[in-house]
């Protein structure tokens, strides 16, 4: 037998054992790495265990969020406004702009269709006293609608939406931060021993009314007041205890603008569970403008507004576990089904990506009097 200069018996037919096994005093140096091996292989194992948790910690949110997908507005109903009758009935109110009363069954046809989450626009200063006070039957209303959706076991976005006195102008900050305050003291207070079903929204596209920054990305005075009233109001719902101390609170950019500026200049009040809110109806003239572009197909000039929008919300907020939520998304009807279904699939392919849900503003998609479904190719799009 012949022990070579690491100690290692080099005999073929070594009958005491295994030859590496035999080792000179000085040690086998392969023992040495397998001895490290040992001795790191718990702290490697723990590593990775560790970052799958800080991994999970840092994108928990965001996990919650993407379970809000699909969405659907009921919009033109409980935001409807313009009466100026604070102690109108409800229903006068509900149906001004020509929807019907919501009902269960209304309801029942949004959940079976596919849809998730149902967005529920409330106006209320039509129906609040000069000091504030929610008329008590229509916050009985309200709260009705609500339950229809948290029955069918969805998740309910309950918001201030075409609310004027949030303005974000230096002017108005102190009287839009009173009626913050109030606002959403009583509805939070209402609504303390819902779960995380039900989630608030601060308002709806804070903006500049009737500027030439109205519908871009507001001033940076403007952008700063928003997120000022968005602190207002997340400290007013955690203060009333109950469910809302962790109630996810969905907080709108200025105007919920998805532009560089808005997104940048966000910030986020003290606490967590908050979702940022924004709005996409990308490319405008394909999306809103009645009488421009009615084909959309997925090239670079149709798609480059909203391909900007998602790696702007990626940079900004996705990389860094902040979720975001597409409060409202939608495309009128140019008798144009095709293409609709198109835009929609294609946003939605870029949400998904960073696991952002999205909420449709309906246009005629969903007959609310008769509860059938228009333009079966766009329903498909929106719930698959």
């Known amino acids: 037998m012949m022990i070579s200069e690491t100690g290692v018996s080099t005999a073929k037919g070594n009958r005491k054992g295994n030859p590496i096994e035999m080792v000179s005093s000085k040690g086998h140096p392969g023992n040495k790495r397998r001895g490290l091996l040992f001795l790191l292989l718990p702290l490697a194992i723990a590593g990775l265990y560790g970052g799958y948790y800080i991994y999970n910690l840092m994108f928990q949110d965001v996990r919650f969020a993407s379970q809000l997908d699909p969405g659907f507005n009921l919009g033109n109903t409980l935001d ?89 102008t230096a002017a108005n900050e102190e009287k839009a931060e009173a009626i913050t305050r109030k606002l959403w003291q009583q509805i939070a207070e209402r609504f303390q021993n819902y779960d995380e079903k039900l989630l608030f929204e601060s308002m709806n596209e804070p903006r500049l009314i009737g500027t030439a920054e109205e519908w871009y990305a ?84 149709q798609t480059e507004e909203i391909d900007q929008a998602f790696r702007d919300l990626k940079r900004i907020f996705h990389r860094r576990g902040v979720p975001v939520i597409i409060g409202e998304y939608g ?48 329903v498909k799009a929106l719930v698959s």
């Open 80 to 168: 409807a406004h313009g009466l100026n009758d604070r102690l109108a009935a409800p229903e006068k109110y509900e149906t001004y702009w020509g929807n019907p009363d919501t009902t269960k069954e209304m309801i029942d046809s949004i959940k079976q269709a596919g849809f998730q989450t149902l967005r529920v626009p409330v106006t209320w200063y039509e129906h609040m006293d000069e000091n504030y006070v929610i008329d008590p039957a229509w916050m009985d209303r309200v709260q009705q609608v609500v339950d229809y959706g948290i029955a069918n076991e969805m998740y309910v976005i309950l918001n201030a939406h075409h609310d004027s006195w949030y303005t974000p």
């Open 331 to 378: 495309a009128l009807d140019k008798n144009n089904e095709a293409s609709r279904a198109a835009w929609v699939k294609y946003v939605r392919e870029l949400a998904g990506e960073q696991e952002i849900p999205c909420i449709w503003w309906d246009d005629s998609v969903f007959n609310r009097k008769e509860l059938k479904w228009n333009y079966p190719e766009l």
């Open 218 to 301: 507001g001033t940076p005075e403007a952008r700063k007041i928003v997120n000022r009233l968005n602190a207002v109001f997340a400290e007013t719902v955690r203060s009333t205890g109950g469910q809302n101390q962790n109630r996810y609170l969905l907080l709108p950019t200025y105007c919920a603008s998805t532009l560089p500026e808005a997104l940048s200049d966000f910030q986020m009040p003290k606490g967590e569970r908050f979702i940022i809110s924004v709005h996409l109806y990308r490319p405008y003239e394909f999306t809103l403008a009645e009488n421009q572009t009615k084909n959309w197909m997925a090239k670079k000039e």
